[in-house]
């Protein structure tokens, strides 16, 4: 594949693991597209995920975010994991540093969502699509994103908003 390749499309595929080796001479690949594969975890693309700003994931196998997985990603700005079976974000998810601006975890079966769990995106994050999971509670200050203009939390199964949950969302304007 030639070194200038700045987008990859490799969705609908039977892709269980990726072999980082096989993106090494991709120094210019910002868009990455491995959505409707079998990837079970965050996939390290070597050195070409430095460079990767958008990275879609939806409609695999992935069960859990781990931040050791996505700190090589240092210019990551979109991400979509979508479409998964993620049933947990923990405060390790989402290490300081990364640059995400738009999170994308709808249509997962997230029932733990941990307090300062998205604190590692406070700088930059603006969207935050949690649709379509098991969330039945929402903890004291979950979101300290003082960035964030949308959050969409619908089609979820809600039951108890605690005090303080919405402090630090300064700038939403849609929820």
């Not at 969705?11 to 079970?40: C, G, H, K, M």
């Not at 590692?120 to 649709?131: A, F, W």
């Not at 939390?153 to 929820?175: A, K, M, P, V, W």
Request: net charge neutral; with cysteine.
């Amino acid at each position: 594949m030639p070194s200038w390749t700045r987008s990859l499309n490799l969705s609908y595929n039977r892709l269980s693991e990726i072999d980082p080796a096989a993106f090494e001479d991709l120094t210019n690949l910002q868009e990455v597209y491995l959505n409707s594969n079998e990837l079970t975890a965050v996939p390290s693309l070597g050195a070409a995920s430095m460079h990767v700003v958008s990275l879609f994931l939806q409609h695999n196998k992935i069960l859990s975010v781990d931040g050791s997985q996505l700190k090589s990603y240092l210019s990551l700005e979109v991400l979509d994991l979508s479409s998964n079976n993620i049933t947990e974000i923990r405060s390790s998810c989402f290490p300081n540093g990364l640059r995400v601006r738009e999170l994308n975890l709808a249509s997962n079966r997230i029932s733990i969502l941990e307090s300062g769990a998205f604190d590692g995106l406070s700088r930059s994050l603006l969207t935050l699509r949690l649709s379509k999971n098991r969330i039945t509670q929402l903890p004291v200050k979950a979101f300290k994103l003082p960035r964030l203009t949308q959050l969409d939390l619908n089609r979820n199964r809600i039951r108890l908003i605690e005090g303080l949950t919405f402090q630090g969302l300064d700038s939403l304007e849609f929820c």
